[in-house]
């Protein structure tokens, strides 16, 4: 079941949500739980290496030592277990269920205009939030049109258009993630290790590998690698039919982060009020056989999507010393320059206005901070218009403002549900994890490859996960802001940070860069059964 915080396990929390039967053994735990009480893990990237398309056997070998595990319960370790378009093509999945998907997952991550709305290419180019010499994997997705040339990693392919669509091709293909979660280092690795050579015989490779780290706190909230507390702001889903809290209390609508069902799983009402639309396959024996529904529209097809959801994966690889030194640099640079009003200005007073919380997860507000709840964690039931509307106490470029704006963007008193209504229809649910070793503190630069596995389920990728990365993170104008970008995981330029009555400007660098990423698929309990029949 969900924590709240999700990042780390419930110790006196709130009431969390639950799926009802028989949805909860339908759908995939990772959906439901940030499996907060499994602290360490592994997440394996796999590519089919075998010539032409396969088929499902490997799932059957898969399931022998790694089962994939459902919502109904907490398990002594747990598995998910994703596909890239790519992956499912080279499975043998019939066209008429691979054109059912949408066309961002078609598309994958990186197709041209994908790159350009996420901020990561441009002109041809990598930006400088991509680390150097490009991503290192994706799914190398087929981009649209007949391919026509390839040279130096690149190749271009013609649209119906005319258009010439640009191919980008990685190093590393990844066609699957399979995400461990186990209670130690040495369990977690002994397992990927079990894991990968059970998958050798099918051809299927591990071509990449990542230690995932989760260490709550006493209150149940993680820390990414900046020092920040992380996953506190979760949406919290709703639905008559199928959710209920866990002590199985009917499920009412969160009156600040309530979204419907169907924004974070296919087959139940969005926020559209419709069914959010999911994949599906033809009306035959192994479609029966593995328990896919009739699709309630699509006469002759089997519901391919039910309790399933769209996953976007990014590899963020975080520069935790240019952070601190950057904001340290900035704190001094203002004492020197207004020293009669800047003695509070002190590195860690900076670095919380970039992100717009405390370390310990508190937001900002200007009267300090946020209390807790009455849970003790950090409260996440607020509002930004009548609490803190032009960003005196937490600054309206912050990360947090702009990653969920909430009601802070109403022009009028009256407009506040509406814009939170609005705001609550791009909602992510985040399931990432941080790589890499803790960094010392302070930080010294240690050679260490060292960030966080973004990872977010969302049934719309365009009007979810891409609306927030393209009109919140990185709109230059958003909110009352000019030229301007997230400070925290947008490319190099200024902050500004108000103040009563001074307005400060600070440099802010390129901190988190783009190591590989791309969109993947989390199937049903059903639609696994399916697959591995292929």
């Given at each position: 079941m969900d924590q709240r915080p999700v990042s780390g396990a419930p110790q006196g929390s709130p009431p969390s949500w639950r799926l009802k039967a028989p949805h909860d053994a339908m759908t995939q735990g990772l959906a439901v739980s940030g499996f907060g009480a499994l602290p360490t893990g592994r997440a394996l990237f796999l590519e089919f290496a075998w010539k032409g398309k396969g088929g499902g056997a490997w799932l059957q070998a898969l399931h022998a030592i790694a089962p994939v595990t459902d919502a109904d319960g907490r398990d002594a370790r747990a598995t998910a277990l994703s596909f890239a378009f790519a992956g499912l093509e080279k499975m043998g999945l019939p066209k008429a269920a691979l054109d059912s998907f949408a066309a961002p997952y078609r598309e994958g991550m990186f197709q041209e205009d994908r790159l350009r709305r996420l901020g990561d290419r441009r002109n041809g180019q990598w930006l400088g939030t991509v680390v150097e010499g490009g991503p290192k994997w994706s799914a190398n997705t087929r981009q649209r049109g007949a391919l026509e040339s390839v040279e130096e990693g690149q190749s271009r392919a013609r649209t119906s258009t005319g258009h010439r669509e640009e191919q980008i091709v990685t190093p590393v293909t990844v066609h699957a993630l399979l995400l461990l979660y186990d209670k130690d280092e040495v369990s977690a690795e002994a397992w990927a290790e079990q894991v990968e050579a059970a998958l050798a015989p099918h051809a299927v490779k591990v071509v990449h590998r990542l230690p995932l780290d989760l260490r709550p706190d006493e209150k149940g909230v993680a820390r990414e690698h900046f020092g920040f507390a992380d996953g506190i702001s979760q949406p919290m889903p709703y639905d008559d039919e199928a959710v209920v809290l866990s002590d199985g209390a009917p499920a009412a609508r969160d009156p600040w982060n309530g979204i419907p069902l169907g924004e974070i799983l296919f087959g139940h009402l969005n926020g559209h009020h419709e069914s959010a639309p999911g994949p599906i396959v033809p009306d035959d024996d192994k479609a029966q056989a593995a328990g896919l529904p009739p699709h309630p529209?699509?006469?002759?097809?089997?519901?391919?999507?039910?309790?399933?959801?769209?996953?976007?994966?990014?590899?963020?690889?975080?520069?935790?010393?240019?952070?601190?030194?950057?904001?340290?640099?900035?704190?001094?640079?203002?004492?020197?320059?207004?020293?009669?009003?800047?003695?509070?200005?002190?590195?860690?007073?900076?670095?919380?206005?970039?992100?717009?919380?405390?370390?310990?997860?508190?937001?900002?507000?200007?009267?300090?901070?946020?209390?807790?709840?009455?849970?003790?964690?950090?409260?996440?039931?607020?509002?930004?218009?009548?609490?803190?509307?032009?960003?005196?106490?937490?600054?309206?470029?912050?990360?947090?403002?702009?990653?969920?704006?909430?009601?802070?963007?109403?022009?009028?008193?009256?407009?506040?549900?509406?814009?939170?209504?609005?705001?609550?229809?791009?909602?992510?649910?985040?399931?990432?994890?941080?790589?890499?070793?803790t960094i010392s503190v302070p930080p010294k630069e240690d050679g260490v490859d060292r960030g966080l596995l973004f990872i977010c389920l969302n049934t719309d990728i365009a009007r979810q996960f891409e609306f927030v990365q393209q009109t919140w993170l990185l709109n230059p104008n958003f909110a009352t802001l000019f030229d301007e970008t997230d400070p925290l995981v947008g490319p190099q330029g200024t902050m500004t940070i108000h103040e009563q009555p001074l307005r400060r400007i600070v440099d802010v660098e390129t901190f988190v860069r783009m190591a590989g990423g791309d969109y993947f698929f989390l199937p049903s309990m059903p639609a696994l059964s399916y697959l591995a029949s292929l």
């Open positions: 529209l699509a006469e002759g097809f089997r519901d391919f999507g039910l309790d399933g959801s769209y996953m976007v994966v990014r590899e963020l690889k975080q520069d935790v010393v240019a952070f601190w030194q950057s904001m340290r640099d900035n704190a001094a640079r203002i004492r020197a320059r207004d020293p009669d009003h800047s003695a509070h200005v002190t590195t860690t007073w900076l670095a919380e206005r970039v992100v717009g919380r405390s370390t310990k997860g508190h937001l900002l507000c200007p009267s300090g901070y946020l209390p807790p709840n009455a849970y003790g964690q950090p409260e996440n039931d607020f509002g930004f218009y009548d609490r803190d509307l032009h960003g005196i106490g937490c600054p309206v470029g912050s990360h947090v403002r702009r990653a969920n704006p909430r009601d802070g963007l109403a022009p009028t008193p009256d407009q506040k549900q509406t814009l939170l209504d609005a705001a609550n229809n791009h909602r992510i649910l985040r399931r990432g994890r941080k790589y890499g070793a």
